[in-house]
């Protein structure tokens, strides 16, 4: 199954994901993860993706598209979070493979705010905790690999990041409503209603 799940940074996407691979095993293909460890190997895409990482803004699609199709080839059953992000990226998709399911969860700003405030991720397998909700057994490491915990710098900036979404958004879901494989999950209430719904959708 492919899965694709969209909504505005802190709606919980990377969380979700991580929850489908636990319990399904289908991988979490995460485009920021990807280019968050680029950018921390100093490799050739993570110093190209840097300057638009830490302004919140689109990485290119020369860099971007290149990247997924590598990734997703020959796995069948897969979570995408954070791509597509636009229309073209999505047709591009399209191209490569049939997707199943879009799952669009929608959150209000203040509550993204709220929890992009209190997020940690592991920088060793990428796992998202939450100071409030989804806090560590030890703090500051992660409860499965031990990695360390950290803030992710472009958090800072989240009310640019939640502007460049809003803009790029709605062409996408007009785009996905279209093929018919569109659904919308209430984001606003806790992580384990959410994650409820979004596996009634998959089964
Ligand atoms: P995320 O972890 O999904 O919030 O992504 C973090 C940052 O990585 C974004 O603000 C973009 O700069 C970049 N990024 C992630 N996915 C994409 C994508 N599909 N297209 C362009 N840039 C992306």
Excluded at 28 to 57: C, F, H, P, Q
């Amino acid at each position: 199954m492919k899965i694709i799940l969209l909504g505005p940074p802190g709606s919980g996407k990377g969380l979700f994901a991580q929850f489908l691979q636990d319990d399904f095993g289908i991988k979490k293909i995460a485009t920021g993860d990807i280019l968050r460890k680029e950018i921390r190997n100093k490799s050739k895409i993570g110093k190209k993706a840097e300057k638009y990482v830490s302004k919140g803004i689109y990485v290119p699609d020369k860099i971007v598209l290149s990247m997924i199709k590598n990734k997703i080839r020959r796995i069948k059953n897969f979570t995408l979070d954070g791509f597509p992000r636009t229309v073209k990226q999505a047709k591009f998709l399209d191209k490569v493979i049939k997707v199943d399911k879009v799952i669009h969860i929608t959150t209000n700003d203040k509550n993204v705010i709220k929890r992009i405030a209190n997020r940690l991720q592991c920088g060793k397998c990428n796992r998202i905790y939450n100071l409030i909700t989804i806090k560590p057994r030890r703090k500051g490491i992660c409860d499965i690999c031990k990695g360390k915990l950290y803030i992710r710098s472009d958090d800072k900036i989240v009310k640019t990041r939640l502007n460049v979404y809003k803009r790029e958004i709605k062409p996408l879901i007009i785009y996905y409503k279209k093929k018919d494989v569109l659904e919308k999950v209430n984001g606003n209430r806790h992580f384990n209603l959410v994650y409820n719904d979004i596996r009634k959708l998959i089964k």
